[in-house]
């Protein structure tokens, strides 16, 4: 089944989203590693990770339908955090502009009659919940803790701790 050209024109923008993400995150590992914060980079680098194999699961789909990818320039992500929190929020905010792009996918496929689109996305409509619930649940952790820099530290090392943060 051919593609819609709008649809496969979003897609292909999906990818770049997702390399886009991989970026942002990478450089929060950067970040969390300059301030000697361990747990945080090995969270957001094995994220980083994540995103890459989102991209590809992306880009191997469209080949598989026997369209073509067009990849996109890759924007260098904003870095301005003042602090851990700052940089949990911007992770959480990326994860709502996925997922608001995510569902539009999903409801012009369906639109468009794209059933097996469909029924790709829907894996991704599912990660997005986890994504968001797992930077939201985070936030809520350090939102308790406000100025107490010390607490970030003992969270920090709660992720470090952390067994399928893997390297
Ligand atoms: Fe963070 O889920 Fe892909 O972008």
New binding site residues.
């Given amino acids: 089944m051919k593609m819609d050209n709008k649809l496969l024109e979003d897609l292909n923008e999906q990818v770049n989203?997702?390399f886009y993400?991989a970026y942002l995150y990478f450089a929060m590992a950067t970040y969390f590693t300059e301030i000697n914060m361990e747990g945080f980079a090995k969270l957001t680098k094995n994220?980083a990770k994540?995103?890459l194999d989102?991209a590809k699961r992306i880009y191997d789909y469209i080949i598989l339908r026997d369209e073509k990818v067009n990849l996109l320039k890759i924007d260098a992500p904003d870095t301005n955090w003042n602090n851990p929190i700052d940089a949990i929020n911007a992770a959480l905010d990326?994860?709502k502009f996925?997922t608001d792009n995510i569902h539009r996918i999903y409801k012009t496929s369906k639109e468009k009659g794209d059933y097996p689109l469909e029924v790709f996305i829907q894996w991704?409509v599912q990660?997005?919940v986890e994504?968001e619930h797992l930077f939201q649940s985070m936030l809520d952790k350090m939102s308790h803790v406000q100025d107490c820099s010390c607490e970030i530290v003992n969270i920090d090392r709660e992720l470090k701790l952390e067994s399928n943060y893997v390297e």
């Fill in positions: 989203r997702e993400a994220h994540e995103e989102h990326h994860e996925v991704f990660e997005q994504e």
